[in-house]
């Protein structure tokens, strides 16, 4: 019972837009796969962190550990447990939409953090909070067009590229943004196979050895992010294949040391930080009843061996 | 077919069926691509088999034993990145005997539930697989590992060096298999397993204690999974939590592959090794020949039935099985 | 005989008691731990557990009369994933279009007849070649995975199809659609392990095969419709499944056939086979699906669920052994 009146009183407080937040709020957020990557794991530590420094907020922190299943039932947990805001890291951009319709059914925003779902399913959140993923897609073009105009190869070099996993939206938008950009600012690059590499570092050493056996002439690697692109960079440090100008996204550590070191062209610059950050804060947003974009993005900026001063290194 | 079962050419063809497919394969992979028998490809095919291999060779002492272990990929994720973390922490020299202890600590848990209490080996492997990738998680925190100084240290001698043009992987992959064949079919340990295997009862009755040498069995394991770890901690320099998922049902597939029963008493290093040769290459020569990936598992299905089929069939005299 | 009836009630009680055991300790620390002020015990969230048992239950009841015979099936999570991808591409297929919702259960059809066919693959493999059932369907699961990224490279399967979300979503008496089928099931397959000869069978092959071939059992084809049951039953929860979700990822199901032999062991059922029950099953399912969302409920993070749930499921097998020598030793005396 007083748990209803509580929820009824968040749901006012939102739709009044009334900006007294003295009553605490309860945000439950269901994240993709903690512990797979850095990545996620330090977004994960930041969530709970941003949470626990805001004494308004109560925060219900759980994990899908990859498995759509597992998302759905945590997404019907947390409507059971009438939370006043729901935020999803999808495992799958379209096998969660009937959740969400039934969280936006029972009166919770949804904010969806990181990777977007698919268009059927926008009119059911109330906000993307992330990266703009097809625009980090263009820039590593740029980056990499770019890097290849300097070496005198634009017109003849060949590039393979390393996708995230299938069917997850931040490696469709980021390969779509690349392949798009490219042939804009470099039309004579030849990007010559895509692969996925799930987001693992492993599988992408796996991917970029059979590159490296099918094709003799490889300039250019993109990776959809930097944990892939070092399992690349590995593969062909190996094999003993130099002169590859490794692009990737979403910069790590591993990524970051490699730049300097040398052996890494560039990289976007994405803090897991400001990600959970900025999701927290989109939740606490609408709750309070502002207004918040649709898309609300968080400025993701290039990197590369020459402005890499300008950036610390992530803590990732 | 039909008059193979009961002449001798078939089954001599049977019983080295698993040698004669190897033969078979590489030539006509060779025929479609002259590329796949160059010496660097093979070399390339040996290193990358290696991690797997080395696994694959601790498996068969537990196999042989009667037991499975589904846990080793769980722990070659744990070995990984306890070596890469303690290497920053304590140096490689103390790193590496430091994991080794560790892994040997888990096996030696794994060994005495399996042995001394005599619980299922499946299920325990399964609860071990998901504890101990709890315990990676809780020993990283859940960040990757990475060692700082990738450049400066002699740590990546395991997995990315040469001597006299060979690979370290596969000299460390090597030694392994020819020392730990000689353990299995030359002492009284090897004996010891082969019996446990074959007859737990009557081993026990012949006065061979039964749970010690379960026990040893998946030391032998941890040992190989800490020296898998080691090969992979030292090829990238740097690791994800999860770099070992799934690694134990290709172990057991190759395992089984190298024709070793899953009720345990047989099977050798040796034809382990081929087992894992094979699936290496038939890797490398469908990557050659353009195919996806995925046919590569469809290959992989058809060819462990055909080899245990093959296997047993000569083992009983017919084709078919004589169940109705 | 009344020794040995109470030992099968302790036994097959001890899933129960766990269950129970979870229930309290859940609730209690979920006072101090938890952020919800939702009771834990909500007859809610209660209904809830049962629905999100649903995918890996469907098939942990087929599993334990697999397990019974004393054969195992690991490509179930593999039978799972294409089955989801036939049900989902289906409904894309020009002429199914063209049916508007009479296509809905066709599709099912199609499905489940994918399902069938699967099972039935394993088990003429089984039958006709003697090969042990583990290593037959670790094969096939490697195959049947390769059938899946066949089909649609590494991309999803998707059709997002709001009629059957609706079906999907319904809650009839209470329960939820997955729920009935949990429920349907678990009620089939009790009645075919405990009343007809395709029951007895199963626990005669799996106690003594020379003695159930002596007596005259035909053990091929009965392992055979046993896996074209699993089959039909990994299909089946993938059609309850994926009618609400309406996406499938080439990589999904994997690991579903380990969840689903920790189940049925969990669930008392003995690997060596000639003994187990669907009952106890149920309860296993229920008791991981509980531990999953009891943690989740008092906040435990992706460490200590992995390492809980790998060591609990040592220790049952551990006090179901202690509960096994106590109850011979009874017997004895």
């Given at each position: 019972?007083?748990?209803?009146?509580?929820?009824?009183?968040?749901?006012?407080?939102?739709?009044?837009?009334?900006?007294?937040?003295?009553?605490?709020?309860?945000?439950?957020?269901?994240?993709?796969?903690?512990?797979?990557?850095?990545?996620?794991?330090?977004?994960?530590?930041?969530?709970?962190?941003?949470?626990?420094?805001?004494?308004?907020?109560?925060?219900?922190?759980?994990?899908?550990?990859?498995?759509?299943?597992?998302?759905?039932?945590?997404?019907?947990?947390?409507?059971?447990?009438?939370?006043?805001?729901?935020?999803?890291?999808?495992?799958?951009?379209?096998?969660?939409?009937?959740?969400?319709?039934?969280?936006?059914?029972?009166?919770?925003?949804?904010?969806?953090?990181?990777?977007?779902?698919?268009?059927?399913?926008?009119?059911?959140?109330?906000?993307?909070?992330?990266?703009?993923?097809?625009?980090?897609?263009?820039?590593?073009?740029?980056?990499?067009?770019?890097?290849?105009?300097?070496?005198?190869?634009?017109?003849?070099?060949?590039?393979?590229?390393?996708?995230?996993?299938?069917?997850?939206?931040?490696?469709?938008?980021?390969?779509?943004?690349?392949?798009?950009?490219?042939?804009?600012?470099?039309?004579?690059?030849?990007?010559?196979?895509?692969?996925?590499?799930?987001?693992?570092?492993?599988?992408?050493?796996?991917?970029?050895?059979?590159?490296?056996?099918?094709?003799?002439?490889?300039?250019?690697?993109?990776?959809?992010?930097?944990?892939?692109?070092?399992?690349?960079?590995?593969?062909?440090?190996?094999?003993?294949?130099?002169?590859?100008?490794?692009?990737?996204?979403?910069?790590?550590?591993?990524?970051?040391?490699?730049?300097?070191?040398?052996?890494?062209?560039?990289?976007?610059?994405?803090?897991?930080?400001?990600?959970?950050?900025?999701?927290?804060?989109?939740?606490?947003?609408?709750?309070?009843?502002?207004?918040?974009?649709?898309?609300?993005?968080?400025?993701?900026?290039?990197?590369?061996?020459?402005?890499?001063?300008?950036?610390?290194?992530?803590?990732? | 077919?039909?008059?193979?079962?009961?002449?001798?050419?078939?089954?001599?063809?049977?019983?080295?069926?698993?040698?004669?497919?190897?033969?078979?394969?590489?030539?006509?992979?060779?025929?479609?691509?002259?590329?796949?028998?160059?010496?660097?490809?093979?070399?390339?095919?040996?290193?990358?088999?290696?991690?797997?291999?080395?696994?694959?060779?601790?498996?068969?002492?537990?196999?042989?034993?009667?037991?499975?272990?589904?846990?080793?990929?769980?722990?070659?994720?744990?070995?990984?990145?306890?070596?890469?973390?303690?290497?920053?922490?304590?140096?490689?020299?103390?790193?590496?005997?430091?994991?080794?202890?560790?892994?040997?600590?888990?096996?030696?848990?794994?060994?005495?539930?399996?042995?001394?209490?005599?619980?299922?080996?499946?299920?325990?492997?399964?609860?071990?697989?998901?504890?101990?990738?709890?315990?990676?998680?809780?020993?990283?925190?859940?960040?990757?590992?990475?060692?700082?100084?990738?450049?400066?240290?002699?740590?990546?001698?395991?997995?990315?060096?040469?001597?006299?043009?060979?690979?370290?992987?596969?000299?460390?992959?090597?030694?392994?298999?020819?020392?730990?064949?000689?353990?299995?079919?030359?002492?009284?340990?090897?004996?010891?397993?082969?019996?446990?295997?074959?007859?737990?009862?009557?081993?026990?009755?012949?006065?061979?204690?039964?749970?010690r040498i379960v026990f040893m069995t998946y030391l032998v394991s941890a040992f190989c999974v800490a020296v898998a770890g080691l090969l992979q901690a030292s090829r990238s320099l740097g690791s994800q939590n999860t770099v070992g998922q799934g690694m134990e049902l290709e172990v057991l597939a190759a395992v089984i592959l190298g024709g070793a029963s899953l009720m345990g008493g047989s099977g050798t290093v040796f034809k382990t090794v081929i087992g894992v040769l094979i699936l290496g290459f038939i890797q490398n020569g469908l990557l050659l020949a353009g195919l996806d990936f995925y046919v590569q598992y469809m290959v992989t299905w058809a060819i462990i039935i055909l080899a245990v089929w093959l296997d047993i069939a000569a083992k009983r005299g017919h084709l078919w099985s004589p169940i109705a | 005989m009344a020794i040995e009836n109470r030992k099968d009630m302790i036994k097959q009680g001890g899933i129960w008691v766990f269950i129970l055991a979870e229930l309290i300790f859940f609730s209690m620390a979920g006072h101090y731990w938890s952020v919800s002020n939702q009771a834990f015990m909500d007859p809610?969230?209660?209904?809830?557990?049962?629905?999100?048992?649903?995918?890996?239950?469907?098939?942990?009841?087929?599993?334990?009369?697999?397990?019974?015979?004393?054969?195992?099936?690991?490509?179930?999570?593999?039978?799972?994933?294409?089955?989801?991808?036939?049900?989902?591409?289906?409904?894309?297929?020009?002429?199914?279009?063209?049916?508007?919702?009479?296509?809905?259960?066709?599709?099912?059809?199609?499905?489940?007849?994918?399902?069938?066919?699967?099972?039935?693959?394993?088990?003429?493999?089984?039958?006709?070649?003697?090969?042990?059932?583990?290593?037959?369907?670790?094969?096939?699961?490697?195959?049947?995975?390769?059938?899946?990224?066949?089909?649609?490279?590494?991309?999803?399967?998707?059709?997002?199809?709001?009629?059957?979300?609706?079906?999907?979503?319904?809650?009839?008496?209470?329960?939820?659609?997955?729920?009935?089928?949990?429920?349907?099931?678990?009620?089939?397959?009790?009645?075919?392990?405990?009343?007809?000869?395709?029951?007895?069978?199963?626990?005669?092959?799996?106690?003594?095969?020379?003695?159930?071939?002596?007596?005259?059992?035909?053990?091929?084809?009965?392992?055979?419709?046993?896996?074209?049951?699993?089959?039909?039953?990994?299909?089946?929860?993938?059609?309850?499944?994926?009618?609400?979700?309406?996406?499938?990822?080439?990589?999904?199901?994997?690991?579903?056939?380990?969840?689903?032999?920790?189940?049925?062991?969990?669930?008392?059922?003995?690997?060596?086979?000639?003994?187990?029950?669907?009952?106890?099953?149920?309860?296993?399912?229920?008791?991981?699906?509980?531990?999953?969302?009891?943690?989740?409920?008092?906040?435990?993070?992706?460490?200590?669920?992995?390492?809980?749930?790998?060591?609990?499921?040592?220790?049952?097998?551990?006090?179901?052994?202690?509960?096994?020598?106590?109850?011979?030793?009874?017997?004895?005396?």
């Amino acid at each position: 019972m007083k748990n209803t009146m509580k929820a009824a009183l968040a749901c006012t407080t939102a739709m009044f837009g009334s900006a007294a937040a003295a009553q605490t709020m309860t945000i439950g957020i269901t994240q993709n796969n903690v512990g797979v990557d850095s990545y996620q794991t330090t977004y994960e530590r930041a969530f709970i962190a941003a949470a626990e420094a805001n004494p308004d907020v109560n925060a219900i922190v759980l994990d899908a550990g990859g498995d759509v299943a597992r998302q759905l039932a945590q997404i019907e947990d947390l409507i059971q447990q009438q939370v006043d805001a729901i935020i999803i890291w999808p495992t799958n951009g379209e096998a969660v939409i009937p959740a969400v319709r039934r969280a936006h059914n029972a009166g919770i925003p949804v904010v969806v953090t990181n990777s977007n779902i698919a268009e059927q399913g926008f009119d059911f959140i109330s906000s993307f909070s992330g990266p703009d993923n097809v625009t980090q897609g263009s820039r590593a073009a740029e980056i990499m067009c770019e890097r290849f105009t300097e070496l005198g190869i634009e017109d003849e070099a060949r590039v393979v590229q390393i996708s995230g996993q299938p069917g997850y939206t931040t490696a469709i938008e980021r390969q779509q943004g690349f392949d798009e950009r490219l042939p804009e600012v470099c039309p004579n690059v030849t990007l010559v196979a895509t692969q996925p590499g799930d987001w693992n570092r492993e599988r992408s050493q796996q991917v970029m050895e059979a590159f490296l056996i099918q094709y003799d002439d490889i300039d250019g690697v993109y990776a959809g992010d930097d944990n892939m692109g070092i399992g690349a960079l590995n593969a062909a440090r190996a094999a003993g294949r130099e002169g590859i100008t490794f692009v990737g996204a979403t910069n790590f550590a591993v990524g970051y040391d490699a730049m300097e070191a040398g052996d890494y062209w560039g990289s976007i610059y994405q803090s897991p930080v400001d990600d959970a950050e900025a999701a927290l804060q989109t939740a606490i947003d609408i709750l309070n009843g502002e207004e918040v974009p649709f898309l609300n993005y968080f400025d993701t900026p290039k990197i590369t061996q020459d402005n890499m001063g300008d950036f610390t290194k992530p803590v990732f | 077919m039909t008059g193979l079962t009961r002449q001798n050419l078939g089954t001599i063809v049977a019983k080295q069926g698993i040698l004669i497919a190897f033969a078979l394969f590489m030539i006509g992979f060779a025929m479609v691509n002259q590329r796949f028998i160059a010496l660097d490809n093979i070399s390339g095919v040996i290193r990358s088999s290696a991690i797997l291999g080395v696994m694959a060779i601790g498996v068969t002492f537990v196999v042989i034993g009667g037991n499975l272990d589904l846990s080793v990929g769980s722990m070659m994720s744990f070995s990984t990145i306890v070596v890469l973390d303690l290497h920053d922490k304590i140096g490689p020299g103390l790193a590496i005997p430091a994991m080794f202890a560790l892994t040997l600590l888990l096996g030696a848990f794994i060994g005495f539930l399996v042995g001394y209490l005599k619980l299922n080996s499946l299920i325990v492997t399964l609860g071990m697989l998901s504890a101990i990738h709890g315990l990676t998680l809780t020993w990283s925190g859940g960040k990757n590992m990475d060692i700082a100084d990738k450049s400066g240290t002699w740590f990546s001698f395991f997995g990315q060096d040469r001597i006299m043009g060979i690979p370290v992987p596969i000299l460390i992959f090597a030694f392994l298999a020819a020392v730990l064949a000689m353990v299995l079919s030359r002492t009284a340990f090897g004996r010891k397993v082969y019996a446990v295997g074959g007859n737990g009862q009557a081993a026990t009755f012949s006065g061979i204690p039964r749970a010690r040498i379960v026990f040893m069995t998946y030391l032998v394991s941890a040992f190989c999974v800490a020296v898998a770890g080691l090969l992979q901690a030292s090829r990238s320099l740097g690791s994800q939590n999860t770099v070992g998922q799934g690694m134990e049902l290709e172990v057991l597939a190759a395992v089984i592959l190298g024709g070793a029963s899953l009720m345990g008493g047989s099977g050798t290093v040796f034809k382990t090794v081929i087992g894992v040769l094979i699936l290496g290459f038939i890797q490398n020569g469908l990557l050659l020949a353009g195919l996806d990936f995925y046919v590569q598992y469809m290959v992989t299905w058809a060819i462990i039935i055909l080899a245990v089929w093959l296997d047993i069939a000569a083992k009983r005299g017919h084709l078919w099985s004589p169940i109705a | 005989m009344a020794i040995e009836n109470r030992k099968d009630m302790i036994k097959q009680g001890g899933i129960w008691v766990f269950i129970l055991a979870e229930l309290i300790f859940f609730s209690m620390a979920g006072h101090y731990w938890s952020v919800s002020n939702q009771a834990f015990m909500d007859p809610g969230n209660m209904l809830l557990l049962l629905k999100q048992s649903a995918p890996i239950g469907i098939i942990a009841l087929g599993m334990t009369i697999i397990m019974i015979n004393g054969n195992i099936d690991l490509s179930v999570g593999a039978i799972f994933a294409l089955s989801a991808v036939v049900l989902l591409d289906s409904l894309s297929w020009p002429f199914m279009m063209a049916m508007g919702d009479w296509a809905l259960p066709l599709a099912w059809g199609f499905a489940l007849l994918t399902g069938v066919t699967l099972g039935a693959v394993n088990g003429l493999i089984v039958w006709k070649t003697g090969i042990d059932a583990f290593i037959v369907t670790l094969g096939s699961m490697l195959g049947f995975r390769g059938l899946v990224f066949m089909y649609n490279g590494e991309q999803p399967t998707s059709n997002l199809n709001w009629t059957l979300v609706d079906f999907a979503e319904a809650q009839v008496l209470g329960l939820h659609t997955a729920t009935w089928f949990l429920f349907g099931t678990a009620l089939v397959l009790w009645f075919v392990t405990t009343r007809t000869n395709h029951g007895r069978n199963a626990y005669a092959i799996g106690n003594n095969r020379d003695a159930a071939v002596n007596a005259g059992i035909r053990v091929g084809p009965h392992f055979m419709w046993n896996f074209i049951l699993i089959g039909f039953l990994a299909a089946l929860s993938a059609v309850v499944f994926y009618s609400e979700s309406g996406s499938v990822n080439p990589n999904d199901g994997m690991l579903y056939e380990l969840w689903a032999i920790t189940a049925v062991v969990l669930g008392g059922t003995k690997l060596a086979g000639g003994y187990g029950s669907i009952a106890g099953t149920l309860g296993g399912v229920i008791a991981i699906q509980l531990l999953r969302k009891g943690l989740g409920h008092i906040g435990a993070d992706t460490q200590t669920v992995n390492l809980v749930i790998g060591l609990i499921l040592i220790a049952v097998l551990f006090l179901d052994r202690q509960l096994t020598r106590k109850g011979k030793e009874e017997l004895k005396i």
